[in-house]
Nanobody, 127 residues
Framework: QVQVVESGGGLVQAGGSLRLSCTAS????????MGWFRQAPGKEREGVSC????????YYADSVKGRFTIARDTAKNKLYLQMNSLKPEDTAVYYC????????????????????WGQGTQVTVSS
């Protein structure tokens, strides 16, 4: 049974940092591209960042480029998202997701191609 569990969310002031973690079990981690998504109240879920299973290439939404960094630790089956210079508009529930599909870059942050999801962790950035 595949399980995806996020942790590390919390309340932080604008300009601060948080590191989210995601642990995936019940799957061969190397076979999956991993992504972070977020959903703010009243808004659709959006792709934040992902890391390819094959090349290790990383992709970021324009809104987080230069501030967020995604990384994976294959030995520990873990995915991370380092978030720096946080802004109030980063407030959302953040989700970790996995896909075996080798996605072209244009689809890498499209949630419909990801089939395993965690429950989410809340990130709140105060102004």
């Amino acid at each position: 049974q595949v399980q995806v569990v996020e942790s590390g969310g919390g309340l932080v002031q604008a300009g601060g940092s948080l590191r989210l973690s995601c642990t995936a079990s019940g799957l061969t981690f190397d076979d999956y591209s991993m992504g972070w998504f977020r959903q703010a109240p009243g808004k659709e879920r959006e792709g934040v960042s992902c890391i390819s299973r094959t090349s290790g290439n990383t992709y970021y939404a324009d809104s987080v480029k230069g501030r967020f960094t995604i990384a994976r630790d294959t030995a520990k089956n873990k995915l991370y998202l380092q978030m720096n210079s946080l802004k109030p508009e980063d407030t959302a529930v953040y989700y970790c997701a996995a896909t075996r599909i080798i996605l072209p870059p244009v689809y890498s942050l499209d949630s419909k191609y990801y089939n395993y999801w965690g429950q989410g962790t809340q990130v709140t950035v105060s102004s």
